[in-house]
């Protein structure tokens, strides 16, 4: 079992910035996928961003391309998101995910553990 707790989330402008944490335990941490996912109010679960074990492959979402950042440190037990420029469409509730590795893009992991999830609220 893993267990992922998500924090950092809050209210923040248009074109703010937030980073969010999410803390691992339970077993080692180095030998999973991470990812990021958000759903809004009425609207299905959608990927952001995830990064492969060692960090030296990571993937995203196009909308989020060139304004948010994942990054792991495994000494840390520890995978981070930081988003730039946010925009009020991106108000919705941040998820992360820890899934075994299948080969290829971090995306496609099946992930099976799951955090509770970080409200993150952008006001226009």
């Known amino acids: 079992q893993v267990q992922l707790v998500e924090s950092g989330g809050g209210l923040v402008q248009a074109g703010g910035s937030l980073r969010l944490s999410c803390a691992a335990s339970?077993?080692?941490?180095?030998?999973?996928?991470m990812g990021w996912f958000r759903q809004a109010p009425g609207k299905e679960r959608e990927f952001v961003a995830a990064?492969?074990?060692?960090?030296?492959?990571?993937d995203y979402a196009d909308s989020v391309k060139g304004r948010f950042t994942i990054s792991r440190d495994n000494a840390k037990n520890t995978v981070y998101l930081q988003m730039n420029s946010l925009k009020p469409e991106e108000t919705a509730v941040y998820h992360c995910?820890?899934?075994?590795?299948?080969?290829?893009?971090?995306?496609?992991?099946?992930?099976?553990?799951w955090g509770q999830g970080t409200q993150v609220t952008v006001s226009s």
């Open positions: 990064i492969n074990w060692s960090g030296g492959n990571t």
């Open positions: 995910a820890a899934g075994k590795e299948i080969g290829g893009s971090p995306r496609g992991v099946p992930y099976e553990y």
């Open positions: 339970g077993r080692t941490f180095s030998a999973y996928a």
